[in-house]
């Protein structure tokens, strides 16, 4: 029996029955465009974490100073006056892994211009913290030498903060806001980095020089914390371990485990996070899995009583001198075509789920090239697995107990 006519006897014997042929065929379309779509999901999931961490700046450590301890009550990371700026200056001094370091003291204070008001982050810090946070600046000017010098009163915008107090698109360099009450000159705004929690933080946020933010809002010399950009990617971990050495000996601190600052690394962050999204991804995959099980055994079901309603064409077909293999070749051929073309539909359905998710702003979704063949190869695994059996057994009936069959 040639290829040509297997075929040909396939497409008849799909057609012979369009509705339960169609039916059939749903499971395989619904399980494969639900496992293309909700893979595309966490896919999607996974590179908008890695970006939008991405996005605060590359290679990037974060010090922060330790907690503090009150009736027995312990603050959060961060709340304790642990660090110093002498502490940025030695580590700029004696590691020989860092690139850019840039010290800041943030806080959350009133901005008003006019009668627009909001509550935002005020981050003090120096002219190297643009780079190393990877911000741009749309309009005007970022921080300068100068301005830390002078600790002059200036103050550059995230785009959402311009929005907030001067409305969109609109240029606010040379105005007059007030932070706690005191003065600004708007020098410059950020441009937008996007709409994740992530790195939105950044577009809702205000940047004034460090020793402005000491001297008029926070009233003392200690900071928030130290950036630190490493020299590049492989200079990362050596980095976190040369400035922990540093910091400990300048705190007098023999044991790490008591240390009082932290330091996150940022390829930790991403490792962390898009291992949890990898799992997300695994398990949504799981469970549109299951719906593609129950295709398959729609499949095995159909096919079972497709043999059954032509067992006498069997028996006719083996009497005329059709082989075992014949037989066989023809009804897993069947369902191989059935899977085949229900995994095709599923995958373009699938692909436009995941693209009008992301059109509507739903979810960020990313269909792969991987994805998409790892579809049509379970698609033709499925056929393979459960029409072997319908195949196995109509290949095995006797010719004379299928011409007898009524």
């Known amino acids: 029996m040639t290829i040509s006519d297997t075929l040909s006897e396939t497409y008849s014997a799909l057609t012979g029955n369009k509705v339960r042929t169609g039916l059939t065929m749903l499971g395989i379309v619904i399980g494969i465009g639900s496992v293309i779509a909700l893979v595309g999901v966490g896919q999607g999931a996974t590179s908008s974490v890695t970006s939008s961490i991405s996005s605060l700046g590359s290679n990037l450590l974060v010090v922060s100073p330790g907690s503090t301890s009150s009736g027995g009550v312990r603050s959060s990371v961060g709340s304790a006056t642990t660090l110093t700026e002498k502490d940025a200056t030695a580590i700029k001094e004696e590691s020989s892994y860092i690139g850019n370091i840039a010290t800041v003291l943030t806080g959350r204070y009133q901005i008003t211009y006019k009668s627009n008001n909001t509550n935002i982050q005020v981050t003090g810090t120096e002219p190297s913290y643009e780079s190393i946070r990877n911000l741009t600046v749309d309009l005007g000017t970022f921080l300068t030498d100068q301005q830390i010098k002078n600790s002059s009163k200036v103050a550059v915008l995230g785009p959402s903060t311009r929005d907030d107090l001067f409305g969109e698109d609109v240029d606010p360099t040379g105005k007059i806001i007030k932070i706690n009450k005191i003065q600004f000159k708007v020098i410059g705004v950020t441009k937008e980095k996007g709409s994740s929690n992530i790195a939105s933080s950044t577009d809702d946020a ?20 130290i950036n630190i950009q490493a020299k590049n990617a492989e200079s990362v971990n ?4 040369e400035i922990t050495d540093i910091l400990l ?10 240390a009082d600052f932290t330091i996150t690394n940022q390829a930790d962050i991403v490792s962390s996070l898009s291992s949890a999204t990898s799992t997300l ?5 799981a469970i549109a899995g299951i719906s593609l099980l129950v295709g398959g055994i729609g499949i095995m079901n159909m096919m079972l009583t497709t043999v059954t309603e032509r067992t006498r064409e069997i028996g006719l077909r083996k009497a005329v001198g059709a082989k075992n293999k014949d037989i066989t070749y023809q009804f897993l051929a069947e369902s191989i075509v059935l899977t085949f073309v229900g995994g095709l539909i599923g995958v373009i359905l699938g692909w436009g789920a995941a693209w009008l998710v992301t059109y509507l702003g739903v979810v960020t979704a990313t269909v792969t090239w991987s994805s998409v063949l790892l579809a049509f190869g379970v698609s033709a695994l499925v056929g393979i697995v459960f029409g072997y059996y319908p195949a196995k057994k109509a290949a095995s009936l006797k010719p004379i107990d299928a011409l007898k069959y009524e």
Not at 238 to 241: K, S, T, V
């Open 206 to 225: 205000i940047y004034i020089p460090l020793t402005t933010a000491q001297t008029f809002l926070a009233g003392k010399s200690s900071i928030s914390g």
């Open 238 to 241: 050596l980095a976190q371990e």
């Open 249 to 258: 000996s300048r705190h007098n601190i023999a044991d790490e485990s008591s």
């Open 281 to 285: 991804t695994i398990l949504l995959g």
